[in-house]
C-alpha cells in the first residue's frame, strides 16, 4: 500500500485516468457505455497491480473516488474562499500536493441541477421576504396581525357557542378547561 502512495506513482495513476477520458467526462460518449468503462478499469488495474499485486477493479473504483472526492474538497475551499470576497493574498492555496494535476475534472464536478418537487400549479417563484409578499400577493403579510373572526350567537350552534363563550370569558386554554366539568346549558361566568 505505501508504494501506492509515493507521488511518482500516483502522478502516473492520475495521468492515466486522465487519459480515460470515459470514465470521468460525462459527455463522452462512452461514459455511460459499461463494456468500455471496465476495459479502461482494466488497463488502470493492470497499471495498479505493479505496485499492488492483490489489487482488483474495486480497489481501484475506490481510489478514483477516493482522489476526485479530495479534490473536490480544496475546490470547494478555494472556490468558498474566492466568493467570499477575499483580497487574492487571501485566496485559499490548496495544500493538496496533486491538486494541480486533478484539475482536469474542475468543470466536471459542477452540482446537478436540483428538481423541484413542488407541483406545477404552484406560482414558479414564491415571494422571499414578507415585503415582497404584501407587495406581490393581496391579503395580510406575514407580520401583520391577522384578526380573529368573533362570531355571533346567531352564526354559531348552541353547542359551539357555549365552547367559545366560556374560553373567552374564562380565559381558559383547552388543555386547562379538559379537567373541569361544563353545564353544556349554562356558559361559565
Known sequence: MKQLKK????????DRY??????????????????ARKASLEKL???VKTQVPDA?????EKKIASLRSTYRK?????????RSGAAAEY?????LWYYNKMQFLEDQM?????????PSSLPSTLPSTPVEASEDQPGPSILEEVEEPS???????????????SQKEAGVGVSQEQGRTVNENKPWK
Not at 482488483?56 to 481501484?60: A, N, P, T
Open 7 to 14: 507521488p511518482e506513482f500516483m502522478g502516473q495513476f492520475i
Open 18 to 35: 486522465k487519459d480515460m477520458r470515459n470514465l470521468w467526462e460525462v459527455k463522452n460518449p462512452l461514459y455511460r457505455n459499461k463494456p
Open 45 to 47: 488495474l493492470h497499471f
Open 56 to 60: 482488483d477493479i474495486e480497489f481501484v
Open 74 to 82: 480544496e475546490l470547494n475551499k478555494v472556490q468558498a474562499s474566492m
Open 91 to 95: 485566496v485559499y492555496l490548496p495544500s
Open 110 to 118: 459542477e452540482a446537478r441541477k436540483s428538481l423541484s418537487t413542488l
Open 151 to 165: 362570531w355571533s350567537q346567531e352564526d354559531l350552534s348552541q353547542d359551539e357557542a357555549l365552547e367559545c363563550g
